[in-house]
């Protein structure tokens, strides 16, 4: 273990090929999480209007059949749903969102233009006033920059998380000091994170290096990590929900 590592237990993250753009299964982030010893894997694929329809919500809905336990690896149930409006709306409904276990919601560019401050905080504020949202996804991207201290201050009011996303840093360019903003106002203000890889492919799993740096640089305390170990994000999820992601 390195000096810039924090102990990370599950992955918040993680695409399979029910998105277009991925390229692994379940059972292949499953075995592959085993193998480095990764506890546990939140399956987050996009919801559909980032890709025409792909995957269709019945997806999201039939996620329940999933084992448990997949070569030991505990899988919980998730999405990373996409915010097309500046009110912060998501496109899955409550209904299609009602079984799952772990919900980021994200901006992307291609179901939502870039706007003013303004309308990108409000976007993110919408957002966490979902009941099904429970984690903001790469808010430090340079492309939708909002009032931060905004939305990290009622992240923590609602009890909701903000994602340290290692391709932030990796692959959108300008994010860096976004990001780092965003993990010292997470420390300031006692809101919890969790860091993740969003593995697009499963030898990316554990890949957290840049977030990391991140969090080294705000020196960001361990205890506020929410998947530093299984059992506190199994705590956080039955904060959240009345689902024990412990049972079947």
Known sequence: MNELQ??????THAHTIATAHAYSTVTELCSYAAAIGVKGVCVTDHGPILENGVPHPFHFVNLK??????????LIRGAELNLYDYEGNVDLTPEQTADLEWVIASIHTPCLKPGTLLEITQTYLGALHNPAVDCLGHIGQARYPCDYEAVVQEAGRLGKIIEIN??????????????VNVAKLCKRYGVRVCVSTD????????????AFSILKEADFPEELIV????NAFHDYILERKTIDIFEG
């Open 227 to 230: 998947n530093r170990n299984i």
């Open 166 to 179: 290692n391709n932030s840093a990796r692959m959108r360019k300008g994010s860096w000091e976004n990001c």
């Open 199 to 210: 593995a697009h492919y499963h030898t990316l799993l554990g890949e957290w290096e840049s």
């Open 65 to 74: 059949i999933l084992p448990r336990r997949i070569h030991g690896v505990l």
């Open 6 to 11: 924090y102990p990370i237990e599950v992955e």
